[in-house]
T-cell receptor
Framework: GQNIDQPTEMTATEGAIVQINCTYQ??????LFWYQQHAGEAPTFLSY??LDGLEEKGRFSSFLSRSKGYSYLLLKELQMKDSASYLC??????????WGAGTKLIIKP | IAGITQAPTSQILAAGRRMTLRCTQD?????MYWYRQDLGLGLRLIHY???????GKGEVPDGYSVSRANTDDFPLTLASAVPSQTSVYFC?????????????FGPGTRLTVL
């Protein structure tokens, strides 16, 4: 079967750095996405990785290792507005997205 | 610029009733999707359409039907609602053939079936 695993909840302090991990087992791989979802709102696109390595976009970076079936999202200089759920999704061989259950990130002052 | 709109925003429905959730996008995206999101679970694909005139079944299609008469609209119908269909429903769309083809989401419809 297909499976995406990520921690259910994480807590971090304002101004700090946090790493959210995602491991996956899917039938085929055509890219990995990270989305942010604030409570009661729609998911919004954060990043995309299809090759191994690090993609940096401002305070957010995403890393991929295809051989290990592993990705992480790194958030730097945390702000209170970063409190949200972070969703990992893999595009499979049918070009459909398989979604993890999401990691709820709580930022404390 | 609207992106994707969904209607209604929320609905309480009696079991056994028929209900259509509406979704419209103005980005001229070929592909559209319907997901449901339940607490503790990832987004689950109900139905999708890769282009106008075609539809396909996702992971959890039972009890739902869709149509794609044109590029912009992708309605989802519950023929006879059951309480297990209580959920938040998101419509999404994406371009096809580009590099990312990330999905853009509508604001969601919160549906309660009693």
């Amino acid at each position: 079967g297909q499976n995406i695993d990520q921690p259910t909840e994480m807590t971090a302090t304002e101004g700090a750095i946090v790493q959210i991990n995602c491991t996956y087992q899917t039938s085929g791989f055509n890219g990995l996405f990270w989305y942010q979802q604030h409570a009661g709102e729609a998911p919004t696109f954060l990043s995309y990785n299809v090759l191994d390595g690090l993609e940096e976009k401002g305070r957010f970076s995403s890393f991929l290792s295809r051989s290990k079936g592993y990705s992480y999202l790194l958030l730097k200089e945390l702000q209170m507005k970063d409190s949200a759920s972070y969703l990992c999704a893999v595009r499979d061989s049918n070009y459909q997205l398989i979604w993890g259950a999401g990691t709820k990130l709580i930022i404390k002052p | 610029i609207a992106g994707i709109t969904q209607a209604p925003t929320s609905q309480i429905l009696a079991a056994g009733r028929r209900m259509t959730l509406r979704c419209t996008q103005d980005m001229r995206h070929n592909a559209m999707y319907w997901y449901r999101q339940d607490l503790g679970l990832g987004l689950r694909l109900i139905h999708y359409s890769n282009t106008a005139g075609t539809t396909g079944k996702g992971e959890v299609p039972d009890g739902y039907s869709v149509s794609r008469a044109n590029t912009d609209d992708f309605p989802l119908t519950l023929a006879s609602a059951v309480p297990s269909q209580t959920s938040v429903y998101f419509c999404a769309s994406s371009a096809v053939g580009g590099s990312y083809n990330e999905q853009f989401f509508g604001p969601g419809t919160r549906l309660t079936v009693l």
